[in-house]
């Protein structure tokens, strides 16, 4: 019953930005810590970003830190991604998650969405 669903990928220039959206459903996405990955072809899930439940902290992987900036829309129950600066290497499909802890790795998120492709080009 629970459904993520991301919209806003398409294709961009290298150093162009882009918003990421995350429409949940059949959760309260307050009571989950939110996550985005990505996943480029060939290589496994990498951790983005998080937003812990309740508290609203961020946690950012290292590649993104001072580019991407997560955040949520509580009214709403979506959760964004917004990623400036993009680089063609981070070309990859973009996938919204929930869990009840924070972590970075995909085995710590119980929900996921299907993802957003994001193209980056050179």
């Known amino acids: 019953q629970v459904q993520l669903v991301e919209s806003g990928g398409g294709l961009v220039e290298a150093g162009d930005s882009l918003r990421l959206s995350c429409e949940t459903s059949g959760l309260t996405s307050t009571s989950y810590t939110r996550a985005w990955f990505r996943q480029a072809p060939g290589k496994e899930r990498e951790f983005v970003a998080a937003?812990?439940?309740?508290?609203?902290?961020?946690y950012y992987g290292d590649s993104v830190k001072g580019r991407f900036t997560i955040s949520r829309d509580n009214a709403k129950n979506i959760v964004y991604l917004e990623m400036n600066a993009l680089k063609p290497e981070e070309t990859a499909v973009y996938y919204c998650a929930a869990g009840p802890i924070l972590g970075v790795g995909r085995w710590e998120y119980n929900y996921w969405g299907q993802g957003t492709q994001v193209t980056v080009s050179s």
């Open positions: 937003l812990w439940r309740n508290t609203g902290r961020t």
